[in-house]
């Protein structure tokens, strides 16, 4: 049963990032906030939604951490659990389960996290899916049977982490070592590895929301057209100017994967390329609102759905107050990912106080500082800063990152050990 008010536990969230917390504020949704153990909150500082916070080690210790919430629920029963934190998707499954809240089952969860299970389900039901391989721990570099370029990937990879383009077989053995050694180091994964041919296109997310197997297509953006051999994040423009056929194509699959996955209740952040400049290949779909929520702010600016809200009240197992209402396009949103852009020790970073003045900007959200370490890749350091805007048409958003381009830039001076 669900009081009016109903509770959530959401999973490693950062407090910095405000959408989902001002989401549950609005929708009247109380969040018991398991902080990320690299966060410290302060209990006089939360934003006003978190009712109270667990701290949990849901990585370390997955198992100690399912203990202590299941007795955290039975002296305080909650509604539901969730996360936008993508490596903790399977935790919240797993604990769903357990205690019988709303959730995707653990094995949709293993699916969609796991990038050998994901191509198999899609390739199964007969949607589109590069050519691939799967590479086990200690296996020989191969790729026997893939038309080259291919991209070499973490099995259980996230933010693009030792992503790699290898151009001709003759690369392949390097570029696999290399991805070994990312997966060991700052994955702390199993070196397991995923070989599929490259998909030679523009890229596109699309943010949808699954409740009892409904599945509603919110908005596609356009990503940019990243060519590797690593694959930073650069833009996020949404609506896409796509025409309506290719459109419709996308819905079409993206839909269709979520069946394929068995993802039929929440938020899925889904990455596509138009192979060829038409037909959609997935790269991957995330059980969770995208990009810590920024999908969100995309989203719903896009077209006025509150994204976060609906995704909190099918974690409560509540509908989705958008459900059955026509989604259209009434504004443009983007995200501009400020690039790196050079390496080394950051001494200055210029013009970020003149895009916060913007009106056109809503935030920006800063993670890199002067006096922080940028290493070149593949030793991932993060992005500087994200710049997330409105715009009237997509066409403005285009121009206003063509902008951005030349307003931001990075001092840097030269750091031992980034080469
Ligand atoms: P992660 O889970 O680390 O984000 P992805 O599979 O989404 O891994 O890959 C990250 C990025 O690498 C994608 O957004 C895309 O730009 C690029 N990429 C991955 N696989 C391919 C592919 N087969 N063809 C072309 N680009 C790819
Ligand atoms: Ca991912
Ligand atoms: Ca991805
Ligand atoms: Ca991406």
Not at 58 to 75: K, M, S, T
Not at 208 to 234: M, N
Not at 302 to 326: E, I, M, N, Q, Y
Request: hydrophobic content about 40%; glycine content about 10%.
């Amino acid at each position: 049963m669900n009081s009016p008010h109903p509770t959530v536990v959401l999973v490693y969230q950062r407090t910095s990032l405000p959408w989902v917390f001002d989401s549950a504020q609005r929708a009247g949704i109380r969040l018991v906030l398991v902080p990320r153990p690299d966060e410290t909150v302060e209990p006089g500082r939360l934003p006003a939604a978190v009712a109270d916070v667990l701290p949990l080690d849901v990585e370390g210790d997955p198992a100690g951490a399912l203990a202590a919430l299941q007795q955290y629920h039975r002296a305080h029963p909650f509604d539901g659990i969730t996360t936008l934190y993508d490596p903790a998707v399977p935790f919240v499954a797993e604990a769903a389960r357990a205690l019988g809240l709303p959730g995707i089952p653990p094995s949709t969860a293993a699916g969609v996290q796991d990038k050998r299970l994901m191509r198999e389900r899609l390739a199964a039901a007969g949607l589109n899916v590069p050519r691939f391989l799967k590479l086990d721990d200690g296996a020989p570099a191969d790729a026997a049977g893939l038309d080259f370029p291919v991209v070499v990937k973490p099995a259980h990879g996230y933010s693009s982490l030792g992503v790699t383009r290898a151009e001709d077989p003759g690369r392949l053995a390097a570029v696999v070592a290399e991805v070994r050694e990312v997966c060991r180091g700052v994955l702390g994964a199993e070196p397991a590895l995923v070989v599929e041919e490259y998909l030679d296109g523009p890229e596109y997310a699309v943010e949808s929301l699954a409740h009892r197997g409904e599945v509603t297509v919110l908005s596609i953006g356009y990503k940019g057209e990243p060519k590797g051999p690593y694959f930073e994040e650069t833009v996020y423009r949404a609506p896409a100017d796509l025409p309506a056929a290719v459109q419709e194509a996308v819905v079409r699959e993206v839909t269709a994967a979520h069946r394929a996955l068995g993802v039929t209740d929440g938020p899925t952040h889904t990455e596509l390329r138009l192979r060829g400049g038409t037909e959609p290949y997935l790269l991957e779909m995330g059980a969770r609102v995208g990009g810590s929520g920024v999908s969100h702010y995309i989203a719903s600016h896009v077209t006025g759905v509150d994204l976060a809200a609906d995704a909190l009240r099918v974690a409560a197992g509540l509908p989705p107050a958008s459900a059955g209402a026509p989604v259209t396009a009434i504004g443009a949103a983007a995200n501009y990912i400020v690039p790196c852009g050079g390496h080394g020790r950051i001494t200055a970073i210029h013009g970020l106080d003149a895009v916060r003045a913007d009106p056109r900007v809503d935030h920006v959200v800063q993670m890199l500082h002067p006096g922080d370490v940028v290493r070149p890749y593949p030793d991932f350091t993060g992005y500087p800063a994200f710049v997330l805007s409105r715009h009237a048409s997509t066409a403005e958003a285009e121009e206003f990152h063509r902008h951005l381009e030349s307003a931001i830039r990075i001092d840097y001076a030269p750091e031992e050990g980034t080469r």
